[in-house]
């Protein structure tokens, strides 16, 4: 029997391994591309079986015809989020696409408390000064967590994997979701309605999808609603948040510390080495010039154990369908 054969989009060298690596129970042909799926690229996947794609690969109405005249119909999701396929299209064709719901929630949930400590204690702003041998304190002042409240929006899978994380530290944990859980309340959370999450809390974690509802969620009217001084962490999609509006908020004051792994227009930027580069976003270059912001390219999810699991989940969703059967994956 011939192989199935897998364009790999998005691909690097870390993607490779672990892909590889679960390939080994599977026995796929995998061809790997480092480029993004985008109308230009689309011509690659003539004479493949089924293609996976990453969170910037754009698959739009074009994408989606070309895949179709290449007989494709599978699109196996390397993340979580579905926001950059056009799902309405991607169904009238008769798609399947699968995502891995369910890899490793802990490894974006820490990287979450990570920035929040992070921008807390100012470690990005000591990590310099003390290479500089500059011992001074001036300016480090950070503040107990214990004594806070944390909003946590979006009690998903990785919502919970940060209230669990938050938990030992004492503080106060508030959060909101359309549909509440009661192991959210079992944790110690209480749930609130969103103006009540936005007034009390001393930092917002942002852990909700990406939806025509939450597009820009985060904006001036958000922020007016927020304490003065408030953490913001987004590591679910970058455009939950207005950037300009909370440029706006950060000159003001309002919005005190600003921790992304993600941003809107991020597809230009992340996953490469733009080093010596001039940077023309800039509404990105004005957020990397404040001292309490802190960016990570979208590596929330960039762990050991969280590339093995993205591999072996991708390659069994692409197994079941090429069985014709269900895994549960699928966004549809
Ligand atoms: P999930 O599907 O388990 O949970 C999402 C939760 O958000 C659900 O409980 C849902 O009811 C809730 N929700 C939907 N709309 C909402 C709204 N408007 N307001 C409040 N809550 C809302 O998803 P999971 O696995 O927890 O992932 C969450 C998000 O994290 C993903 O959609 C993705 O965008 C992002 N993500 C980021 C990664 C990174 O590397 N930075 C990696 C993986 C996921």
Do not use: W
Request: hydrophobic share 40%.
């Amino acid at each position: 029997m011939t192989k199935a054969r897998i364009a790999v989009f998005s691909s690097k060298s870390y993607d490779k391994d672990s892909m590889n690596a679960a390939n080994s129970k599977y026995g796929f042909e995998l061809d790997f591309y480092k480029t993004q799926l985008t109308a230009n690229t689309a011509k690659l996947v003539e004479g493949y079986d089924a293609i996976s794609c990453f969170v910037n690969d754009m698959v739009d109405v074009d994408v989606l015809s070309q895949l179709d005249k290449a007989n494709i119909k599978m699109i196996a999701l390397r993340c979580a989020g579905f926001n950059n396929i056009d799902l309405d299209e991607a169904k009238r064709r008769g798609f399947v696409v699968s995502r891995v719901p369910g890899y490793s929630p802990e490894s974006v949930a820490e990287h979450a408390v990570a920035m929040l400590l992070c921008l807390n204690r100012k470690l990005h702003k000591a990590y310099s000064r003390i290479r500089e041998h500059n011992f001074n304190l001036e300016g480090l002042l950070g503040f107990n967590l214990s004594s806070k409240t944390v909003g946590i929006i979006g009690t998903g899978k990785i919502g919970q994997a940060t209230i669990r994380a938050l938990s030992g530290f004492g503080c106060k944990i508030l959060c909101h979701d359309p549909y509440p859980n009661d192991v959210v309340t079992e944790l110690g959370a209480t749930y609130v309605d969103l103006d009540t999450l936005y007034q009390q809390s001393d930092v917002i974690s942002l852990h909700c999808p990406l939806t025509p509802e939450s597009n820009h969620m985060i904006n001036r009217d958000a922020f007016a609603k927020m304490k003065s001084g408030v953490m913001l962490i987004n590591t679910s999609r970058g455009a939950l948040v207005n950037a300009s509006d909370a440029i706006e908020a950060l000159k003001s004051g309002k919005l005190g510390y600003l921790g992304l792994d993600v941003y809107e227009l991020e597809g230009d930027l992340f996953f490469r080495d733009l080093s010596g580069q001039v940077i023309h976003d800039d509404v990105f270059g004005l957020l990397l010039s404040y001292p309490n912001v802190l960016v990570t390219g979208h590596q929330g999810y960039f762990t050991d154990l969280a590339l093995d699991q993205i591999a072996e989940t991708t390659l069994g969703n692409i197994k079941a369908y090429m069985k014709g059967e269900k895994t549960g994956n699928e966004v549809f």
